[in-house]
């Protein structure tokens, strides 16, 4: 069998991505041929594979680190949020149907053998299969059919090691509790932990060590300080990307963050640029005034965040910023907003109506059942540059608007761009990884010494990074022995 570890944390957004990517980095960096795989994911975060199906967007960082192609079967379920209709599930890199919570849950079963399936589709030739968990194994309550986390380790048969995060406090209590909550057969097949996030000397947590080895059994992997580099890798959660300090000299560029914000990594390389502060809207706030840009990210229900950026009051803040000259760009749910008219017909993200857009360009939406997956790449016609990305949407636009068109791919002309070149958008995604065009927008509003040279060499050079970091602080030959089934 290939040597397989599945990484479980004990919550949310301990890390698990994050760790799952820095150990596909490190053994592949040790000439081994590593491929990730996550049972069930759940994120409006998505990649496109190069089948043409769509996956969660870690697992394409994931696939990155280990240097190899992006498969359907990396995450052969993928949950993306809706509002109003629960969530599309996505199985095998295709649309399988919708489903509120209560009818997910009935049906899992069916959907094991699928997952089954690409686990073992993708060991095949494989040194080392590196397996992300989602959420806890200690939510038991939802243990019944579970196919994200110990459901899937028994079913599999692979051992499991836990993750555990400081940061947020209580760590002990995090491993030993989840340790309890756990059956004796999983039990048997979680190896042991590791701890994620420690700030300080990590010679003071020697005794925490020794508490939880104590009380689960558990074999320490090892305690990962805090990896400050992070911020240059795409985050799985919106709301882990967190807004700016201001900063002097900058360009200043405001996202309002939608109910159902996606694709979201958009934005990773406007983060990373020593010459931005991007201020991320939260509900609650008003979008603030004095702002260069404001950036319409996408979403996965455009006419309910519509509406939400009418209840928030941000269209009369954006009215405002474009009577200011300011400048508008959306992003594929985000273009389509710009326009006049949204119509739903089919009642494909809830009950079938047709509301008004923001009215910036002159152009009406029609959301169609059909979704547009490939890369792409082209030119843009604000700057004259070459760009590359990936379409991941539903929808036809249609209008004189579009006579002026964003950008021109292989597939045609797409998206719209005002006049005065203030207002534009269009349905591709990963423009802002494009260095040219990147420097180039940033560029139009103040001149800046420092920028980034080459946004795909930092995220490469960082994962570098994170292998090292893990390298010197865990116990990854501890860690393969488990996946070898040594010990």
């Not at 009935?106 to 494989?126: D, N, Q, T, Y």
């Not at 995090?174 to 996030?197: A, F």
């Not at 959660?237 to 807004?243: E, K, L, P």
């Not at 939608?258 to 991320?280: C, K, Q, W, Y």
């Amino acid at each position: 069998m290939t040597a397989t570890l599945m990484l479980q944390g004990t919550g949310s957004d301990v890390g698990k991505s994050l760790l799952v990517a820095g150990l596909a980095r490190a053994y592949s960096n040790r000439g081994m041929k590593v491929m990730p795989f996550k049972p069930q994911n759940m994120s409006n975060n998505a990649a496109v594979t190069i089948e043409g199906g769509e996956i969660g967007r870690a697992q394409a960082l994931q696939a990155q680190a280990a240097r190899t192609p992006l498969l359907n079967d990396m995450n052969p379920v993928l949950l993306k949020p809706q509002s109003d209709i629960g969530a599309q599930v996505i199985v095998q890199g295709k649309m399988y149907g919708t489903a509120v919570a209560r009818d997910y849950q009935k049906m899992k079963p069916e959907l094991l053998s699928k997952v089954l399936e690409s686990f073992h589709r993708i060991g095949e030739g494989a040194d080392l299969v590196l397996v992300e968990g989602a959420g806890s194994p200690a939510e038991v309550n939802l243990r019944a059919n579970d196919i994200a986390n110990m459901g899937f380790a028994e079913a599999a048969d692979i051992p499991v090691a836990l993750i555990g995060d400081i940061d947020r406090g209580g760590v002990i209590a995090q491993i030993v509790g989840t340790h309890m909550l756990l059956s004796p057969s999983e039990q048997r097949r979680t190896k042991g932990y590791l701890i994620n996030k420690f700030r300080g000397d990590i010679s003071l947590f020697d005794d925490g060590l020794s508490i939880m080895s104590e009380k689960t059994g558990l074999k320490s992997f090892g305690v990962l300080p805090f990896f400050p580099e992070a911020h240059y890798l795409p985050p799985e959660d919106a709301f882990a990307i967190t807004s700016q300090a201001p900063r002097e000299g900058t360009v200043n560029i405001a996202v309002p963050v939608f109910s159902r914000i996606a694709n979201f990594d958009d934005l990773v390389p406007l983060l990373a640029e020593p010459g931005v502060t991007v201020h991320m809207v939260r509900p609650g706030s008003a979008i603030p005034a004095g702002m260069d840009v404001i950036l319409l990210p996408g979403s996965k229900a455009t006419l309910a965040d519509m509406d939400f950026i009418r209840s928030q009051g941000w269209d009369i803040d954006i009215q405002a910023h474009v009577r200011q000259d300011g400048t508008v760009i959306g992003l594929c749910a985000g273009y389509q907003m710009l326009g006049r008219k949204l119509s739903d017909p089919d009642g494909i993200e809830g009950p079938a109506r047709t509301i008004d857009g923001l009215g910036l360009l002159d152009f009406e939406t029609i959301l169609t059942a059909e979704k547009k997956l490939i890369e792409e790449d082209g030119s843009e016609h604000l700057t004259g540059t070459k760009i590359r990305g990936y379409h991941m949407h539903v929808g036809r636009s249609t209008g004189p608007a579009l006579d002026r068109p964003f950008v021109t791919l292989a597939s045609g002309s797409d998206g719209a761009i005002s006049a005065n070149s203030r207002i534009m958008g269009g349905y591709l995604h990963g423009l802002f990884a494009s260095d040219e065009f990147r420097y180039n927008f940033i560029n139009r509003f103040k001149f800046r010494n420092e920028k980034i040279d080459n946004f795909e060499y930092l995220v490469e050079s960082t994962l570098d990074k994170l292998a090292s970091h893990m390298e010197h602080n865990l116990d990854l030959n501890g860690l393969l022995e488990v996946a070898n089934g040594i010990s």
